[in-house]
């Protein structure tokens, strides 16, 4: 299965205390310090990325109400995909990550600096986030180059397709511990700065 590790992701203080569920500009006047965090975790928490995106592309065979048909002998079900995959003709299965070093880090730091600590989750949340949306133009930009347009990503928790029924539909389309990501049977994914998306490509 195909793995892309190359990625420049092109993170800033905004996104890091949007990472931390914070309000940017609010943050920036009525409490600096912790903006200067921020600051200081993005500088500690980008050596730590480690982002990687395995992906596998499967022929769509047939879509009805809530069951795909995909080559190979693979199934989906949810009344939420087939929506939007109607007028698909090839699916791919994503898995993004990070990797484990930043959260390790972060875990150790919080036991004895929680504001820092937060801060470095913080740069975690902002990264998964900017290296699926990266991953998510990179398909979008090969599928039009080859004439065919994208389905918005597809992940587990969205309406019509619950997380304890998308997650191992994903993980049953790819090996993810080829890039270290596993599924907890309470359907947590590990590393936790890690994100499943489906996108479907038609003309």
């Known amino acids: 299965m195909p793995v892309l590790t190359d990625w420049d992701l092109r993170l800033d203080v905004d996104a890091v205390l949007r990472g931390q569920g914070a309000d940017p500009d609010i943050l ?4 600096p310090r912790l903006v200067k965090f921020a600051e200081q975790a993005l500088e500690e928490g980008l050596p730590l990325l480690k982002p990687q995106v395995l992906f596998e592309t499967f022929k769509i ?8 048909k995909l080559s190979g002998g693979k199934r989906l079900r949810g009344n939420g995909l087939s929506q939007h995959l109607i007028q698909a003709s090839e699916l791919s ?3 993004c990550t990070i990797g484990d070093e930043l959260e390790q880090h972060a875990s150790s730091v919080m036991e004895t600096q929680v504001v820092r600590g937060l801060a470095l989750y913080g740069v975690g949340s902002a990264a998964v986030e900017a290296l699926a949306n990266a991953a998510c133009r990179q398909f ?4 039009e180059s080859q004439g065919m347009q994208s389905t918005i990503p597809l992940s587990p928790g969205m309406v019509g397709w619950p997380v304890d029924k998308g997650q191992p539909q994903i993980f049953s389309l790819l090996d993810a511990g080829q890039i270290g990501v596993q599924l907890s049977e ?3 994914m590990t590393p936790l700065k890690s994100l499943s998306m489906l996108m479907g490509f038609g003309v």
């Open 140 to 143: 979008e930009l090969e599928a």
């Open 93 to 95: 299965a994503i898995v």
């Open 61 to 68: 065979e047939s879509v009805t109400h809530a069951l795909i």
């Open 28 to 31: 920036r006047s009525r409490n």
């Open 186 to 188: 309470k359907m947590f």
